[in-house]
């Protein structure tokens, strides 16, 4: 992410830019770009949850939404 706020993503056939405005627990962001090189944009949101687990929803103006959870798995390492 850029000191302006600005970043891209690169998620499957899409390649999209965003802006991001953010607080403690949760990340809004606006997005614009191409998947499949048709123009689309949306909305989305990431936010850390009470069990520390990362909510992320994806969503396309008009169209789909995706919500992804990210969990930290905790592993020992074999003796």
Known sequence: MAANGRSEIAFGALQAGFDLGYSQAIIHLTWRGLDEMDEVAGTGSAELLDDGALEIEF????????ILTAVRESFSAIC
């Not at 969503?59 to 995706?66: K, L």
């Open 59 to 66: 969503t396309f103006d008009q169209g789909d939404e995706a």
